[in-house]
């Protein structure tokens, strides 16, 4: 599971990134938990929602893209899912046919 080590690295990484760049910062997080994650996940999609509603998208943080594409891959590493692992068998298979 040495990929889900690395996307956890990077999902603290770029969390602690969001966190400095936002205007309320968001707990710590435990990145090796589902549920805190798609609460999290929640969160933020309802951050970007306000933001723009109230066309406010410069008060995000511009790592929100990233993050949220971290969060994803993590959940689904979590749950026995590599879709990077995926992507690249299909990518052999449409190369072979």
């Known amino acids: 599971m040495e990929r889900l080590a690395e996307a956890q690295a990077s ?9 400095a760049a936002s205007e309320k910062p968001l707990p710590t997080i435990d990145a090796n938990d589902t549920e805190t ?21 410069k008060s995000l943080p511009s790592e929100v893209g990233e993050l949220k ?23 052999v298979s449409t190369d072979q046919e």
């Open 11 to 19: 999902l603290i990484a770029t969390y602690s990134l969001y966190n």
């Open 37 to 57: 994650l798609k609460a999290l996940l929640e969160v933020i999609q309802n951050r970007e929602a306000i933001a723009y509603v109230q066309k406010a998208k």
């Open 69 to 91: 594409r971290l969060l994803a891959d993590v959940m689904l590493l979590l749950d026995g899912v590599d879709i990077k692992e995926i992507k690249a068998k299909n990518k």
